[in-house]
């Protein structure tokens, strides 16, 4: 059973625009949540995360939000830059298995100019 | 450059032959781990290290079996490799509540 899923492989959106990507999780053990990066031939980066007392968390251009009576979580980018062109992976963790990240399936995201 | 390092970057080998993957890290974190990446299945658990001197099984941790040599290093051994452990398998490191630090790869191909 995929704890943690990204229904969409694949999402393409124009340079500027916003591009948002989705996860949903079914463990209510989760507490904590984060998307990584990468690009191909390359380990994924970590972008930004989201404990689950928090409902947003923004870093520059990257604002994550969670909706927890959904199980629902989103990566929002603004504005999209060609370099934002990557697979994005979410993960969770939870208490009792901090050690232990469980990843969705990825969206791979692609800025057009 | 601090980071993580995987070797090899590439293998090819034959059903039934083995080999050991090799991860080094130079941040000082005190956990390691494997993951395999396979199409449309995200990033897997094989095994973890939460501290040197202790290893734990993750999702998938059959068929593989892994060594703590030491604070730096964490390796991956496939003592009979088969076709289905074609992959690209990952070393991740952490320390306290940071996000796991992921190394660039090693790609796998077993005929």
């Given amino acids: 059973d995929q704890q943690v899923k990204q229904n969409s492989p694949s999402l393409s959106v124009q340079e500027g625009r916003i591009s948002i990507l989705n996860c949903d999780y079914t463990n209510s053990m989760f507490d904590y949540f984060l998307w990584y990066k990468k690009y191909p031939a ?15 968390n923004e870093d520059g251009r990257f604002t994550v939000f969670l909706n927890k009576s959904a199980k629902h979580l989103s990566l929002h980018i603004v504005p999209s830059q060609p370099g934002d062109s990557a697979v994005y992976f979410c993960a969770a963790r939870g208490i009792q298995g901090a ?3 469980v990843f969705g399936q990825g969206t791979r995201l692609t800025i057009n100019p | 450059n601090a980071g993580v390092t995987q070797t090899p970057k590439f ?5 039934g032959q083995s080999m050991t993957l090799q991860c080094a890290q ?25 501290s040197e001197g202790t290893t734990d099984k993750g999702e998938v941790p059959n068929g593989y079996n892994v060594s703590r040599l030491n604070k730096r290093e964490f390796s991956l051994r496939l003592e009979s490799a088969a076709p ?14 940071s996000p796991q630090h992921f190394g660039d790869g090693t790609r796998l191909s077993i005929l």
């Avoid at chain 2, 293998?11 to 059903?15: N, P």
């Fill in chain 1, 99 to 101: 050690q232990k990240l």
């Fill in chain 2, 11 to 15: 293998q090819v080998l034959k059903t």
């Fill in chain 2, 26 to 50: 130079d941040m000082n974190h005190n956990s390691m781990y494997w993951y395999r990446q396979d199409p449309g299945m995200g990033l897997r658990l094989i095994y973890y290290s939460a």
């Fill in chain 1, 42 to 56: 390359e380990g994924p980066t970590f972008l930004i995360s989201i404990s689950s007392i928090k409902d947003k």
């Fill in chain 2, 84 to 97: 289905s452990q074609t992959s690209v398998y990952f070393c991740a490191t952490r320390t306290g509540t």
